[in-house]
Nanobody, 117 residues
Framework: QVQLVESGGGLVQPGGSLRLSCAAS????????MGWYRQAPGKQRVLVAL???????TYADSVKGRFTISRVNTKNTLYLQMNSLKPEDTAIYSC???????????WGQGTQVTVSS
């Protein structure tokens, strides 16, 4: 099993930026897909962004053009750059790693992002 630890959340004003990081305890090279998900109060967890081992990215319509997902395999880290943040982006953000032939799917514990003036 691989442990994932998110960081970088916090309180930011509308229009501001944050960069989330997800550090893995082992190599992430073998994971075919890594992603960021978010869960707002009273709502289900939804996909925010996904990146394949080859670097192909997918975004939720609500964050296209504002968020950028990236992964640095040599640092065992997944990132989410969030720009032009809106109050509706407020949620707990969690990272996920899936599709490895060596490890089971893993989730981080989540980091709170609050967008408010």
């Amino acid at each position: 099993q691989v442990q994932l630890v998110e960081s970088g959340g916090g309180l930011v004003q509308p229009g501001g930026s944050l960069r989330l990081s997800c550090a893995a305890s082992r190599s992430i090279f073998s994971f075919s897909a890594m992603g960021w998900y978010r869960q707002a109060p009273g709502k289900q967890r939804v996909l925010v962004a996904l990146i394949s081992s080859g670097g192909r990215t997918t975004y939720a319509d609500s964050v296209k053009g504002r968020f950028t997902i990236s992964r640095v395999n040599t640092k065992n880290t997944l990132y989410l750059q969030m720009n032009s943040l809106k109050p509706e982006d407020t949620a707990i953000y969690s990272c996920n790693a899936a599709g490895s032939p060596y490890y089971g799917d893993s989730w981080g514990q989540g980091t709170q992002v609050t967008v408010s003036s």
